[in-house]
């Protein structure tokens, strides 16, 4: 446990010590902000977040691949993956500590966030139902992990932080895009995998305000199992 | 303390490694010598844990290497090729971060990074990025980080990789220094870097281990007969004569002035020869200006070894 705090601690503020990491964090505040200066903050309008949710659920795409894809990638080009994997520690707290890095800084990232809904709570009357608000941060947090947990396997496969960012682009674009897809021609079997695998209902529902336990498990489960996937993938570069 | 047994390790095709044996004891500082791909960094990488070997079994004081892989590194240091380090840390923090790694506590890890960083002469730049300083400095890092939690085997693949002169020197004797409290592998294919700081030489090449053992021992058995080179004053048939030489004993030329220059291989019986060729021709009142006993070098043994030429001097 020990070493998966320390590999995460020096991950994360691996993030503040390179441009990437303050400018991933302006950008999202950039744009988000905006969101909620010109669609949240006017007059007459219902205290609501789902305007900065959905753009912040949409930011999440090119934002969270820009944060995985040099978790191992970075380590595999410069050689720094071999002091690594020639100490003492498991390939899992290895994973691991990379993932809980990345996500503290998701969780940095989102945390000068909370002055929208604290603006709101002082500006607006009625007051803004706490909620749709806290059940909004939980997807946004749920979805960045799983995302995080899809870069992690894509970092572990490769060299090229480029390749990493694209692979874990497209995969949640596919996650995304499942429902947009035409399933009728397709198999029921095959129809029921994708739905499965879909993304957009679950974030759908807490957009809504709709805290479903079926879905925080469902979260957490692929999350878990991605990170064994990243393990796998790190392992099998042993025996390659 | 170290060992390696039967090793074979294929990269697809590519036989990299063919059942390689070697066994380090407590103590002892190795070289590993061999030309670019001869399988030194294979053998590296599967004795840290890094690969696994196809077929055979590695092992760090009696922990395998695979199966008890956790508990090998732990009892390892390794210095992998061009020190890779994270430019963005400072050298303390880098420690800092290792030393956490492999579990020191607070107390153990202060004394630790400081008799690093004294031992490593890295005193005056603890406290700038690893990625500002010179490549010298950078393995003199890798090689501090290696050394933190006092291990009994340390591992330094081509430590002197890409150093200029001076920064050579200075590495060359700070690994000197460390290998006299611990046993120590080198991977080189810098013969006189492992000459100065190896008391034996393993030498490698197409994924054989060729030859093992003491400089001396290296050229006992591995080097070719000693040569006397002589240049005397008299045609090249009255030196043959004076020598008791055939033709095919050696190759002699006629140089300026009357003097003639022999090349001959010593008989096995006869290492030196010196003192009773000089009789010779004290005797025939011919004049000698050279003699000059040639014998087998490291390098000698090495280039013939490695390339599979012949060992002579």
């Known amino acids: ?240 | 303390m170290v060992a390696i047994d039967r090793v074979h390790k294929w990269y697809g095709r590519i036989h990299a490694l063919r059942g390689v044996s070697f066994e380090l004891r407590p103590g002892q500082v190795a070289g590993l010598l061999g030309p670019n791909g001869a399988g030194k960094s294979t053998t590296i990488r599967i004795l840290t844990g890094l690969i696994p070997p196809d077929t055979g079994r590695a092992n760090i004081r009696g922990h395998d290497t695979l199966s008890d892989s956790l508990r090998a590194r732990a009892k390892l240091g390794y210095l992998p090729e061009s020190a890779p380090l994270y430019p963005e840390m400072s050298v303390r923090a880098y420690l800092e971060y290792r030393s956490r790694l492999f579990g020191m506590d607070r107390t153990v890890r202060r004394s630790a990074i400081g008799r690093a960083i004294e031992r490593c002469w890295l005193k005056d730049v603890e406290g700038r990025r690893v990625g500002h300083l010179s490549k010298g400095y950078r393995q003199r890092v890798g090689l501090a980080s290696a050394i933190l939690h006092d291990p009994e085997v340390l591992i330094l693949d081509e430590p002197t990789n890409g150093l200029d002169p001076t920064q050579i020197a200075q590495m060359r004797s700070l690994v000197r220094e460390l290998g006299s409290d611990r046993t120590m592998l080198i991977s080189s294919h810098i013969l006189p870097e492992i000459e100065q700081i190896c008391s034996r030489i393993l030498i490698v090449a197409a994924g054989e281990l060729r030859a093992d053992g003491s400089p001396a021992e290296l050229i006992a058995r591995h080097g070719g007969p000693a040569r006397l080179i002589v240049e005397a004053r008299c045609t090249t048939e009255k030196a043959e004569s004076i020598l008791g030489l055939r033709e095919s004993d050696a190759s002699t030329s006629e140089l300026t002035n009357g003097w003639t220059h022999i090349d001959s291989r010593c008989a096995a019986h006869e290492p030196d020869p010196r003192e009773r060729i000089a009789a010779l021709f004290a005797a025939a009142h011919v004049p000698v200006r050279e003699l000059r006993l040639v014998t087998s070098t490291v390098e000698d043994v090495f280039l013939a070894l490695a390339h599979g030429r012949g060992a002579t001097p």
């Open chain 1, 1 to 240: 446990m020990t070493a998966v705090l320390v590999i995460a601690l020096r991950e994360f503020r691996s993030f503040f010590r390179i441009p990437v990491g303050w400018i991933v964090i302006a950008l999202f505040l950039l744009l988000t902000g905006a969101v909620f200066a010109t669609a949240i903050l006017v007059p007459g309008q219902p205290a609501t977040l789902r305007p900065f949710f959905a753009i912040a659920g949409w930011l999440m795409l090119p934002v969270v691949p820009a944060i995985s894809m040099r978790l191992f990638s970075e380590e595999f080009r410069t050689g720094t993956i071999e002091p690594l994997l020639t100490s003492p520690i498991r390939d899992g707290s290895l994973v691991l500590g990379k993932f809980a890095g990345a996500s503290m800084f998701l969780l940095a990232m989102l945390v000068p966030t909370l002055a929208y809904p604290l603006t709101l709570w002082l500006v607006s009357d009625p007051s803004p139902d706490p909620g749709p608000i806290a059940a909004g941060y939980i997807s946004l947090l749920l979805l960045g992990m799983l995302a995080l947990s899809i870069g992690t396997v894509a970092s572990a496969c490769t060299s090229s932080q480029t390749l990493a960012f694209l692979a874990t682009l497209f995969v949640m674009l596919g996650m995304l895009l499942v429902p947009s897809i035409s399933t009728q021609s397709l198999p029921l079997g095959a129809q029921r995998i994708l739905n499965a695998l879909s993304l957009s209902p679950r974030a759908g529902d807490f957009a809504k305000g709709v805290v479903d336990t079926g879905h925080i498990v469902w979260f957490v489960a692929s999350t878990g199992w991605l990170l064994v996937l990243a393990t796998l993938a790190l392992q099998s570069r042993r025996w390659r």
